[in-house]
C-alpha cells in the first residue's frame, strides 16, 4: 500500500487528455511540491514534472501538472501512442522523514 | 552530460549481503544528494535512501537496520550494502541524483537486476 494514491490504470485514444491523480495527505503532499515521473516500458524512470507544474527542457508541453491541497494531477493532452507508459508521482513525507511514491498508473493509449 | 551506472552482482544468496555501487560520470558527486531506489519485478518504486556528498545519510524506515550508503568522492561513486536479504528484495535497483528537493530525481541509472535466489 503506498503512501500517495494512483489510479492503476488509465486510458485513452489519440489525441485526447488525460489526467492521473495523485492523492496525499497534509504530511506530503499538502506540505512539500510534488514531482512526475515516466517509465518507458524496459527503461529507467525519466523526469516528467518537478515542483509542481514546472517542465525539465526537453518535456513536451503536452504534459501538465498542478496541485491543490492534499491532491495532484499530471494532465496529457493530445495523446500520442509514445506517452504509453507508467507514470509516478512523487513527494517528500514528515511522517516518513523521507520520500514517497505513488503507486503508478499504467497509461494505455487504445 | 552526467551519467549514472550502477554495478554489482546480478544474484544474491538468501541471507547473504546485497553490494552496489554507482559510479557517476560527466560531473562531480560533490555537493549533491545521492539516492538509491528499488523496484520489483512488476511493481512501482520504492525509496531505499539517499547520502549527501558530505556523508550524511538518511534512510527509508522500513530498511533502516540493513541499509548502508556510502560515498567515495575521490571515485565519483556511492554505494548500497543490503545486509540480511530474502526474496522480498529481488528488484531493479537504480541510483539517482536528488536535485532542488529530495524527491526530485533529475538523472538515473539505467538500473540493475538483483535476483535473491539460492
Known amino acids: 500500500q503506498s503512501v500517495l494514491t494512483q489510479p492503476p490504470s488509465a486510458s485513452g485514444t489519440p489525441g485526447q487528455r488525460v489526467t492521473i491523480s495523485c492523492s496525499g495527505a497534509?504530511?506530503?503532499?499538502?506540505?512539500?511540491?510534488v514531482n512526475w515521473y515516466q517509465q518507458l516500458p524496459g527503461t529507467a524512470p525519466k523526469l516528467l514534472i518537478y515542483?509542481?507544474?514546472q517542465r525539465p527542457s526537453g518535456v513536451p508541453d503536452r504534459f501538465s501538472g498542478s496541485k491543490s491541497g492534499t491532491s495532484a494531477s499530471l494532465a496529457i493532452s493530445g495523446l500520442q501512442s509514445e506517452d504509453e507508459a507508467d507514470y509516478y508521482c512523487?513527494?517528500?513525507?514528515?511522517?516518513?522523514?523521507?520520500?514517497?511514491f505513488g503507486g503508478g498508473t499504467k497509461l494505455t493509449v487504445l | 552530460q552526467v551519467q549514472l551506472q550502477e554495478s554489482g552482482p546480478g544474484l544474491v544468496k538468501p541471507s547473504e549481503t546485497l553490494s552496489l555501487t554507482c559510479t557517476v560520470s560527466?560531473?562531480?558527486?560533490?555537493?549533491?544528494?545521492w539516492t538509491w531506489i528499488r523496484q520489483p519485478p512488476g511493481k512501482g518504486l520504492e525509496w531505499i535512501g539517499y547520502?549527501?556528498?558530505?556523508?550524511?545519510?538518511n534512510y527509508n524506515p522500513s530498511l533502516k537496520s540493513r541499509v548502508t550508503i556510502s560515498v567515495d568522492t575521490s571515485k565519483n561513486q556511492l554505494s548500497l550494502k543490503l545486509t540480511s536479504v530474502t526474496a522480498a528484495d529481488t528488484a531493479v535497483y537504480y541510483c539517482?541524483?536528488?536535485?532542488?528537493?529530495?524527491?526530485?530525481?533529475?538523472?538515473w541509472g539505467q538500473g540493475t537486476l538483483v535476483t535473491v535466489s539460492s
Open positions: 539517482a541524483r536528488s536535485g532542488d528537493g529530495f524527491s526530485l530525481f533529475d538523472y
Open positions: 560527466g560531473g562531480s558527486i560533490s555537493y549533491y544528494y
Open positions: 547520502i549527501y556528498s558530505g556523508g550524511s545519510t
Open positions: 497534509n504530511s506530503n503532499i499538502a506540505s512539500y511540491t
Open positions: 515542483s509542481n507544474n
Open positions: 512523487a513527494a517528500w513525507d514528515d511522517s516518513l522523514n523521507g520520500v514517497v
